[in-house]
């Protein structure tokens, strides 16, 4: 860069040069869980992003999914310029091939396990309201299969479709996507389950989640709420809301509950043991967290539903290769889970 004088006026001159890297990119990871009570998961994720694609800064990214969950999706962003606004609305087509294990489960015990497969397509119209919020609306329509493979089945008709129309708003303004000390998420997601989009049954669908960082010093005070509910018809065992896992009931299996209707309130104590820079990570958490929830088949029977509640204590570790943890949940029925997580629980 340099100064500019004359004619009374003074000027500044930037040469800017290219970046060496890009426009485009790929990122590689891994995702590893393991608990006490069932099976190990392990995914290796590559994504393939695609900047720059055209003179509005379109996007395209592709990603792939191999392990115990696989997976295929690919999304094209194409901003466009309207009402006097630039880059601020966009649409985004897309596709996304899904196979994966549903576990059925019943006090706790594995009944039996489907191979869910999903054929998605989407198209979704967005608003970028600031930096920090997002509102999309948008299409959706799918088929999917659920082919039994351990047990026997308990449903009798495992093929459905979905198809309707979907909207999103998303605030998030946390300071880290894996161990957040300050910011706040808000998420509405809500789905009309439409028949004349070629959809098996008409329903409602909505959910509301909500998450709050307080930081004074080393700790940090995180917390969260969820409430999902049906407005009209029926979910199926496959698209129901589901809780269990870890953070998210720790004392229970994930998924183990489930239903057309769901509440769920967490509080975690986090505190920052070591800070330090290197090459494989930056900080090391301990943390605690209280959870309770009601899960029912319908809102109307959520407040009769009796309260699930869990403990949970775990250590976190901000790595290289992402969060790591080593957690410990417990539940009201004394029902006990050791978990190990590498990657977003």
């Excluded at 769920?264 to 900080?283: C, D, E, I, T």
Aim: glycine content about 12%; overall charge positive.
């Amino acid at each position: 860069y340099g100064l500019l004088n004359g004619g009374g006026d003074n000027g500044l001159t930037v040469d800017a040069r290219e970046k060496q890297w890009g426009p485009n990119y790929t990122r590689c990871g891994l995702s590893l869980a393991a608990d006490t009570v069932g099976e190990g998961r392990f995914n290796l994720l590559m994504r393939v992003l695609q900047t720059q694609f055209n003179s509005a800064g379109a996007e395209w990214r592709t990603d792939f999914q191999l392990g115990r969950d696989r997976r295929f999706a690919s999304q094209f962003f194409q901003p466009f310029a309207a009402f006097g606004f630039f880059n601020v609305f966009n649409v985004t087509p897309g596709i996304e091939v899904v196979q994966r294990p549903v576990d059925f489960i019943i006090s706790g015990r594995r009944q039996s396990q489907y191979q869910l497969s999903s054929n998605i397509s989407s198209l979704d119209l967005g608003y970028d309201i600031n930096r920090n919020a997002i509102l999309r609306l948008g299409l959706m329509q799918s088929k999917n299969n659920a082919r039994i493979t351990v047990g026997s089945s308990v449903f009798a008709d495992p093929e459905f479709r979905e198809g309707g129309a979907r909207a999103k708003f998303l605030f998030d303004s946390i300071d880290d996507p894996n161990f957040p000390r300050e910011g706040r998420i808000f998420q509405l997601d809500y789905f009309a389950s439409l028949k004349s989009q070629k959809a098996t049954a008409d329903y409602r669908k909505a959910e509301v989640n909500y998450q709050e960082h307080l930081t004074y010093g080393a700790n940090t005070l995180s917390l969260g709420a969820r409430y999902g509910r049906t407005f009209q018809g029926n979910l199926t065992f496959f698209n129901q809301f589901s809780l269990g896992g870890f953070q998210q009931l720790s004392g229970y299996r994930p998924g183990e509950l489930g239903g057309g209707a769901v509440e769920f309130a967490r509080a975690a104590y986090l505190r920052r043991l070591v800070q330090f820079q290197n090459p494989f990570g930056k900080s090391v958490y301990a943390g605690l967290s209280l959870e309770f929830a009601r899960v029912a088949p319908t809102a109307q029977l959520l407040s009769s539903s009796p309260t699930r509640s869990s403990i949970g204590i775990f250590t976190g570790f901000d790595t290289l290769f992402g969060p790591l943890y080593l957690g410990y949940g417990r539940s009201r029925e004394k029902n006990s889970i050791f978990y190990l997580f590498l990657g977003q629980p």
